[in-house]
């Protein structure tokens, strides 16, 4: 079966420094990888995708995400961090059953401190 | 468009109450989605729909029921409300096979079950 964790509950990060936000996943064969953003009291907004090629992905908002297939990780970047980022991410992959619906971690808080 | 909406967005029932949270979306799009989202559990696929008149059941069915019987409109049914259902709802849509599989969310129902 296929799984994800984010292994931070809380990341906390200061305006304008880099931040990380960390997903692993186990899935068998090519993975597709997800992440989206959840800000209060609203429903989830794709941020971006790795499918295949290029390793490093940009998507939405200035952020990016690695995806490392030794290390089963793809984890969300952005260098310069701001107050407005600050919200709940979800990393997500694709699923082998269930109609190649997704699986999503447990998600991980970020906030970003002026 | 008004891409996925989602009604009520707040909701309180008594246990063994029976109610239906709507979701209709105007994208057109094959695949439909029913998630659940608790603190520290993620999103949970309820149950899912390929397209008009098919559905099937995802990772925590029981105590739900779905049909679809257009493209556009795919209802949770809660049969008999307990207070394990308590949580927020998310209804998502996506295009089908040789799509992007991004998916598009509602803004969810917030559902209390006393």
């Known amino acids: 079966a296929q799984s994800v964790a984010q292994p931070e509950d809380q990341v906390n990060v200061a305006e304008g420094n880099p931040l990380t936000v960390k997903c692993t996943y186990s899935?068998?064969?090519?993975?597709?990888l997800f992440w989206y953003v959840q800000y209060p009291n609203r429903g989830l907004q794709f941020l971006l995708k790795?499918?295949?090629?290029?390793?490093l992905v940009k998507g939405s908002y200035g952020f990016e995400a690695e995806f490392n297939k030794s290390q089963t990780s793809f984890h969300l970047k952005k260098p310069s961090a701001l107050v407005s980022d600050s919200a709940l991410y979800f990393c997500?992959?694709?699923?082998?059953?269930?109609?190649?619906?997704?699986?999503f971690g447990p998600g991980t808080r970020l906030s970003v401190l002026p | 468009n008004a891409g996925v909406t989602q009604t009520p967005k707040f909701q309180v029932l008594k246990t063994g109450q029976s109610m239906t949270l709507q979701c209709a979306q105007d994208?057109?799009?094959?695949?439909m989605s029913w998630y659940r989202q608790d603190p520290g559990m993620g999103l949970r696929l309820i149950h899912y729909?390929?397209?008009?008149?098919?559905?099937d059941q995802g990772e925590v069915p029981n105590g739900y029921n779905v049909s679809r019987s257009t493209t556009e409109d795919f209802p949770l049914r809660l049969l008999s409300a307990a207070p394990s259902q308590t949580s927020v709802y998310f209804c998502?849509?996506?295009?089908?096979?040789?799509?992007?599989?991004?998916?598009?969310f509602g803004p969810g129902t917030r559902l209390t079950v006393t």
């Open positions: 998502a849509s996506r295009p089908g096979t040789g799509g992007s599989y991004e998916q598009y």
């Open positions: 899935v068998s064969g090519n993975p597709y």
């Open positions: 790795y499918i295949t090629g290029d390793n």
């Open positions: 997500a992959v694709r699923a082998h059953n269930y109609g190649q619906n997704f699986v």
């Open positions: 994208m057109n799009h094959e695949y």
């Open positions: 729909s390929v397209g008009a008149g098919i559905t």
